[in-house]
């Protein structure tokens, strides 16, 4: 079991102030795992040492580390002290997964959102993509022409399919942005995939976009992208009515 750091103690000493918010605690505390202060599976000193090193009060602390641990970062065993999670996508994302999945038209906003979102990324993938690339994603469309029927395999060659345009959109903060949407959104996803006419749809845009990578040609493969978004948002609308 991996033992408070010590250099933390140094880090932690600055006084944030007496009058200062939790906030302004869970800021410091998130400061310290993006330094590389804390690191996945690192245990944090005890709340009485948190306060004192921070100069804030025991209840704010406490406070600080409830937030934390809402947001996937700290994992608070009880009786055994306070840890850094894993830092996965799945623990980090889960408080907006759990948003998106509240209502339906958390939903529906999400997909308007990649309406606009994606088409642009497909638009620089069409000058981008590798031929590796190119020829993963025809793979990928090949596997949904062959079997249909199957919503698991669809699901899995779906999430892949998109992954690979977003990769190849060469920018790593779009490309990243694009995967949390896709990552917010996959709940619902699949719970959509699941119908026929749905799944048969998106095959057929799927094909239209490759093509358009295929062709090297930007502004094609943005509309076509583009009118696959709206699909998919036209078919969320039919099952949930948002």
């Not at 993963?136 to 199957?150: F, G, H, I, K, S």
């Amino acid at each position: 079991m991996k033992q408070p750091k010590l250099q933390l103690v140094k880090t932690l000493s600055d006084p944030i102030g007496k009058k200062t918010v939790s906030e302004m605690v869970v800021q410091r505390i998130l400061d310290l795992v993006k330094t590389g202060h804390l690191s996945a599976g690192d245990k944090l000193p005890s709340e009485r040492d948190l306060a004192d090193q921070l100069d804030v009060s025991r209840p704010t602390v406490r406070e600080a580390l409830r937030a934390l641990s809402i947001l996937g970062v700290l994992e608070i065993r009880h009786g055994g002290g306070v840890y850094v999670t894993a830092l996965n996508a799945e623990e980090l994302l889960s408080p907006m997964d759990f948003f998106v999945s509240l209502n339906a038209q958390n939903m529906a906003e999400l997909f308007d959102a990649r309406i606009h979102f994606e088409p642009m990324l497909a638009s620089l993938a069409a000058e981008r993509l590798t031929d590796t690339a190119l020829a993963r994603l025809a793979t990928l469309v090949a596997a949904q022409l062959a079997d249909p029927e199957d919503a698991e395999l669809f699901h899995d060659t779906d999430v892949e399919f998109h992954k690979t345009i977003l990769e190849a959109s060469g920018n790593d903060f779009l490309s990243r942005f694009g995967k949390l949407l896709q990552v917010l959104g996959d709940q619902g996803r699949q719970a959509f995939q699941k119908r026929k006419s749905i799944r048969h749809q998106s095959i057929e845009d799927h094909q239209i976009i490759l093509a358009a990578l295929q062709a090297r040609d930007p502004a094609a493969s943005q509309r076509a992208m583009r009118q696959h978004m709206v699909n998919v948002r036209n078919a969320l609308r039919e099952v949930t009515g948002a």
